[in-house]
């Protein structure tokens, strides 16, 4: 059973960056997509950003465009989403969440079709 751990989150001030880690463990996972999703309290969860197995391909939902970045480390499993120019909007849980693709250029948006999904880490924007 793949396992994802999501850490990194925390408490910032608005304007201030953070930087968030998920890891896989278990099961080994092969030609999988990773994508980043996020909920806030009373709201849907939303996706925030994506990237294919090929790494090449990356997908931002517009609200946090230009100020996140999304990566990843196959040899380890893991992707990081580095978030800068934190709002107070942007206060929810983040969960990552993985899938294994046929092909490299694969990409998700939508929470539907992701197999693997971590518990969560909380991230508060407030001054």
């Known amino acids: 059973q793949v396992q994802l751990v999501e850490s990194g989150g925390g408490l910032v001030q608005p304007g201030a960056s953070l930087s968030l880690s998920c890891a896989a463990s278990?099961?080994?996972?092969?030609?999988?997509?990773m994508g980043w999703f996020r909920q806030a309290p009373g709201k849907a969860r939303e996706f925030v950003a994506a990237v294919s197995w090929s790494g090449g391909t990356t997908s931002y939902a517009d609200s946090v465009k230009d100020r996140f970045t999304i990566s990843r480390d196959n040899a380890r499993v893991a992707s990081n989403l580095q978030m800068n120019s934190l709002k107070p909007e942007d206060s929810a849980v983040y969960y990552c969440?993985?899938?294994?693709?046929?092909?490299?250029?694969?990409?998700?948006?939508?929470?539907?079709?992701?197999?693997?999904w971590g518990q969560g880490t909380q991230v508060t924007v407030s001054s």
């Open positions: 278990g099961h080994s996972l092969s030609n999988y997509a």
């Open positions: 969440a993985a899938t294994n693709v046929l092909l490299g250029t694969s990409i998700y948006s939508s929470d539907k079709d992701y197999r693997f």
